[in-house]
T-cell receptor, first 110, second 111 residues
């Protein structure tokens, strides 16, 4: 069966610091991968999605970036965090139909 | 107008009640429909996935799709306190990999 992992689970970072969140998927090959941010009262916001290694589509222009160095690895990064980057970050995968989510990373920027 | 409209609630019901959760959408290209359950501070969990009009049943859950009215529903029978969570509807077009989500309805089942 397929499993999706995210780490860390919780992160507190100061403004201006860098960020690296990692997501890995097990039990499937060539998945579509997604990064979402969920803010209170605002629903799920799609940030990036990837249909293959090195292929990244950005949905929201901001100070975040994503990379896919391996087939089942998806990384979300920032060089300098802003207060507005606080939120719940979710990675998801899809085999072409429905999407499955990871456990999420709760990021607080102070 | 948002592509997907969902009442955020909160919705409070007594234990054992039938719960009806709904979403409307405006994009006629949507063909695949999903319902997710999200507990506080957890990732969304896929409950139901359907691509045709009509009903799909799984245990106490029934998903209903009416493409002509652009309206989808999730029914929960014999609701339990453990059903207390936020329920998100989601949908996508046939050739697209991006999914559009509703804002989620917060449900509380009172013992």
């Amino acid at each position: 069966s397929q499993t999706i992992h995210q780490w860390p689970a919780t992160l507190v970072q100061p403004v201006g610091s860098p960020l690296s969140l990692e997501c890995t998927v097990e039990g499937t090959s060539n998945p579509n991968l997604y990064w979402y941010r969920q803010a209170a009262g605002r629903g799920l916001q799609l940030l990036f999605y990837s249909v293959g290694i090195g292929q990244i589509s950005s949905e929201v222009p901001q100070n975040l970036s994503a990379s896919r160095p391996q087939d089942r690895q998806f990384i979300l990064s920032s060089k300098k965090l802003l207060l507005s980057d606080s939120g719940f970050y979710l990675c998801a995968w899809s085999g072409g139909g429905e999407q499955y989510f990871g456990p999420g990373t709760r990021l607080t920027v102070t | 107008q948002k592509e997907v409209e969902q009442d955020p609630g909160p919705l409070s019901v007594p234990e054992g009640a039938i719960v009806s959760l709904n979403c409307t959408y405006s994009n006629s290209a949507f063909q695949y429909f999903m319902w997710y359950r999200q507990y506080s501070r957890k990732g969304p969990e896929l409950l139901m996935y359907t691509y045709s009009s009509g009903n799909k049943e799984d245990g106490r859950f029934t998903a209903q799709v009416d493409k002509s009215s652009k309206y989808i529903s999730l029914f929960i029978r014999d609701s339990q306190p453990s059903d207390s969570a936020t329920y998100l509807c989601a949908m996508r077009g046939g050739g697209y990999q991006k999914v559009t989500f509703g804002i989620g309805t917060k449900l509380q089942v009172i013992p």
